[in-house]
């Protein structure tokens, strides 16, 4: 959009007066494309390059073994992803306000551990179990981020210490036996359950209804105030790209088991997240201590006030992932949480665009990024290769995830 | 107007053994652009802090539209209608020019708790692009990241979001430094148009030659001290530096090389 259109909308005529700095024709419209190209908030490729490396992932894995596109392996992609991604979601959030958390895998060991031994060991009901396990995750969150607002450790310590405490913590819950196998019940139908056809499409005809609707009301107030506003073909062609997305994974997880609810409730969360972040005030206030604290501070935002109800809101998504994890795997055993759990979720929010450095990455970098770490291990387990042969890839994948990012950031 | 906005009366400030401010007097007056100048430690800084609330004077009487009043920290000072922009100018990056303006007082539609309240975009949106065509202030787009803009912009949207609780004062602290000519150019425009608005202008600079193009009243600072009040349409520069330099005689340490001499050593 150029400048003059903007003023055509609604302004006054005369502000469409040359630029005071009298630059010449040619070099504003090159420095508004520029400027127009940075409004991407997901850095400068947006989630193109982990689109591109997916679509990459996929044909090498398609063409080395044909059953990798098969309905079961991505219903069974589907399920093992969606915990690691729930807790990737509280870890993006995390990164975005500037701050890091550890504990993550280590605390949904232990909101496994816990929901064993209270729903197994102690004959508690599933539900509250489960209530119960995400409260408390959430309170360890918040001790985390009091420990690091009011004593002043830096979340990176105060989190290492989680990881080591919260694992003795998971052990000493578990007790001698060192593992509680779940019996089918609510805890299990979570990733046991799947919707049928009929369900699924109606959700997904109210998922693309009800984008539409969004996207003309915020048209036609953005008419009405006279501000640019994105055409009704784009909008279209949005909703389309929904519709024909969806009704791909919908044909395609129905011709196994159906939709499972673990996938719909990582998706849910993620789509939840991404409203709080670029609609709320909440959400804004996030990327403003993240992109610049100080700025934030003397703006009036209670930083310290987010920066603790980040942390405590990783914990409570890593207690949710640690639930889901439990009721995928029907057991907890006391190595639940340990290894990849933590480095895959925060490869996968990387991998996905956002920034170590805060302020910067969407809530779908969480589902994008987990869905090209699940996608790379799981065709390595079809394959049968070596754990270390996967390590090695899973690590350069990374780092040439990361380098794509970086490499299109410098050449702004 | 028939007095000033802002009056400050014997300011004293003293850090452990340096006494940073000694009685000094200062004024500002409605649609004036005073230039608050001095060599470095002379005291400007300190003076903006005393202002601004950051740092509040250990003597001195300060008078806001003739009111005697107290400005002990920075919510005193925008309550009473004194606005600064620091020379960090205290943007985020990250958002946009439209987030940045709003930044900690966003627009909402509805409320459910305290932080969780749902932004309304449109009317920040509009009530940017209104701001900013009042002030003649040229973005080509507001849903562009401050990081995308530059030097100027960036300075042009710090000096509007300072305006958006209706100051009388506004305090700028050094907001040329590091810009190039055509940005600084844009800046002091703005400056022009805040003179216009009828507002009071403290312009904190080292740079006499963009005092002179927008500044009405220059007051010097010399070791914390008053060292002169020049009205701008009269002094000539050499008035001013003397006056920061605090001689007649020592007005260059350099001899000036003259052109035919550049020539003579090419």
Known sequence: MTHSSTQAAGGPPTISAPDSAGERPSTRSRRQEAASWGRSRRGRLGPLPVVVGLVIIWTIFQFKNDRFLSAQNLTDLALQIASTGTIAVGLFMVLVVGEIDLSVGIVSGLAGAILGVLAVN??????LAIVAVVLITLLIGVLHGLIVVRVGVPSFVVTLAGLIGWQGLELYVLGNGGSINFPPSVITDLTSTFLGTPAAVTLGAVLCIGYAATLQVASSRRAR?????????????????????????IFELERDRGVPLALLIFIFIVVLVDIVMRKTQFGRHVLAVGGNREAARRAGIPVDRIRVEVLAFSAMMAGVGGVLSASRLLSVSASAGTGDTLLNAIAAVVIGGTSLFGGRGSAYSALLGMLLIGSISNGMDLLSLDSSVKLMITGIVLLLAVSVDALSRARR | MTQPILRLRGISKQFAAVQALDSVDFEVWPGEVVALVGDNGAGKSTLVKVM???????????????????????????????ATVFQDLALCENLDVAANLFLGQESVSWRLAKALAWLDEVEMEGRTRRLLQALSVKIPELTTLVESLSGGQRQAVAITRALLGGPQVVLLDEPTAALGVEQTALVLDLVDQLREQGLGVVLISHNLADIFEVADRAVVLRLGKNGGNFSLDTATSQDVVSAITGGTGALRRRPVRSREKVHDDA
């Open chain 1, 122 to 127: 102690n004959g508690v009901n599933a539900t």
């Open chain 2, 52 to 82: 601004s609330g950051v740092g509040p004077p250990d003597e001195g009487v300060i008078e806001f539209n003739g009111v005697e009043c107290a400005i002990h920290k920075p919510h005193d000072a925008t309550r009473l209608g004194i």
């Open chain 1, 225 to 249: 105030a006279g501000l640019r506003r994105s055409s009704p073909l784009s909008n279209a062609l949005r909703v389309l790209l929904l519709a024909a997305l969806l009704a791909l994974a």
